[in-house]
């Protein structure tokens, strides 16, 4: 019986070499020339630093652009607060990885919904996608894709 697997997942590889990316970038830009601004990751969580507020929301963008340069949706981060500390400003970004409770819930109430022949079981952190024909299972993936969860979701172990 064909089933395929919903997942969010980021690749850690690549994430680290956006990092690495925009770390020379700001050791290269002439707007950073002496500030100690950096972008560390203590996984799962971003940390950018720099001397101003201003700085940081530099960083920012440069950051964004490495991770989708590298196929990394930017959906799967949720951004803190810039906070100033002594002569520092920072600012934590958390990526989110698996599929929650609560999403978990909200796909299979969509695929339900949708009226589709197939069955779907949360499992852990990812949802498991049964059904009889494989062209159900991909009117299935259309619809996820169309759907706006606010999470990128990969769908992985298809199996016929």
């Known amino acids: 019986m064909p089933s395929f697997d919903v997942v969010s997942e980021v690749d850690a590889h690549e994430l680290q070499n956006a990092i690495d990316q925009v770390n020379r970038e700001i050791g290269t830009r002439f707007d950073f020339k002496g500030a ?34 590298r196929g990394i949706d930017v959906q799967c981060l949720d951004e803190g607060a810039v906070e100033p500390t002594g002569q520092r400003a920072r600012q934590l970004i958390t990526v989110r990885e698996g599929v929650d409770k609560e999403l978990a819930k909200r796909i299979v109430k969509m695929i339900k919904d949708s009226k589709v022949k197939v069955q779907a079981a949360v499992q852990g952190e990812q949802v498991r996608v049964t059904g009889k024909k494989r062209d159900d299972l991909q009117q299935i993936m ?14 992985t172990n ?3």
Do not use: N, W
Request: charged share 25%.
């Open 142 to 155: 259309q619809m996820l894709r169309g759907a706006d969860l606010k999470q990128p979701l990969q769908f």
């Open 36 to 69: 100690d601004a950096q972008v560390d990751l203590k996984s799962p969580v971003l940390t950018l630093s720099a001397q101003s507020d201003f700085q940081v929301k530099q960083i920012r963008p440069m950051l964004y652009e490495r991770l989708a340069k």
């Open 158 to 160: 298809f199996r016929d």
